[in-house]
């Protein structure tokens, strides 16, 4: 009996000693503020490591790209979003949909053999410098979401050959391409990775 007795006790001390030292570190981690624990009113510091965590798993893991006609409101600008174009209409029935991961972390690059139109939505909430040599194109654009709200499209030429483009910042920016001469988008090679238009995310919610 006392035996029994002697290892429920050592075993409560031990699990104390256990929880102190997690409660120490996770306080040394994200601070002593209650809020760093409220989602939805992250302090920077759990932005930094979630950010940081975010980075290294776009590095590592597959992600999905898939080129989608843009033929309908239902189209989503993302592969792993169901958020559309809430302004969606006939002008955009001739583009393609490239869509990324709303998280992407990667610079993009394709080839094309003809002359193209690249299209990107851009928010005040990214920081959206990549995109001030590009031209305002006139079509209405609005994209919600949980972090940011993209509310305008700019517009930028390439000739053929490979096109490198960047991701956008925080949420990636929406991509719609559109070939000059008005033919259709078929399929291209995008970071090494074939996709065709046939395939793609339609809105789900």
Known sequence: MRNKLLTVIITFCFG??????AMFHLHTIFGSNSQDYVLGNESSKVNSIKNSLLKKSNQHCPYRLYLQPYISK???MYSDRGYCNKKYNSKFKDMSVLQIPR????????NVNKPIIVYRGITKSNNSSDFDSWEKADLPFEIGGSTCKFDELVKKEFPEGEIELSYGWTSASPILLKYKDGS????LIVNEKHVKNN???RKTF
């Open 199 to 201: 395939l793609g995310l």
């Open 74 to 76: 239902e189209i989503a």
């Open 16 to 21: 104390v000693l256990v929880g102190g030292f």
């Open 103 to 110: 998280h992407f972390r990667r610079v993009i690059k394709f």
């Open 184 to 187: 259709i988008i078929e399929k």
